[in-house]
């Protein structure tokens, strides 16, 4: 079984930045595309950014200029830079994957969120 593990949320102010750590473990042979999601209180789950295994970044125009998706994949992490907090970015992010098994099928994967709240 395939576990995804977030971390790095926190309670921060105005314009501080945050990094955020996604994990991958369990067995499985390698991931492909990877995501950050974020949900806000009373609205529905958004994508932020995604990035390929290669390193192919693609952001939502919302957190676009501010957010930086990269990973390692000897580490099989995923992490998103946020810079720049505002207010309105206070949500749970989750991490998303596209993990291929040992069996070779491909499972989507997700995370259990860490919780990012912004201080005006």
């Known amino acids: 079984q395939v576990h995804l593990v977030e971390s790095g949320g926190g309670l921060v102010q105005t314009g501080e930045s945050l990094r955020l750590s996604c994990a991958a473990s369990?067995?499985?042979?390698?991931?492909?595309?990877m995501a950050w999601y974020r949900q806000a209180p009373g609205n529905q789950r958004e994508l932020a950014a995604t990035?390929?295994?290669?390193?192919?970044?693609n952001y939502a125009d919302s957190v676009k200029g501010r957010f930086t998706i990269s990973r390692d994949n000897a580490k099989d992490t995923v992490y998103l830079q946020i810079d720049s907090l505002k207010p309105e970015d206070t949500a749970v992010y989750y991490c998303?994957?596209?993990?291929?098994?040992?069996?070779?099928?491909?499972?989507?994967?997700w995370g259990q969120g860490t919780q990012v709240t912004v201080s005006s």
């Open positions: 369990g067995a499985f042979l390698t991931i492909n595309n």
């Open positions: 998303n994957a596209d993990i291929v098994g040992q069996n070779w099928r491909l499972v989507n994967s």
């Open positions: 990035i390929t295994r290669g390193g192919s970044a």
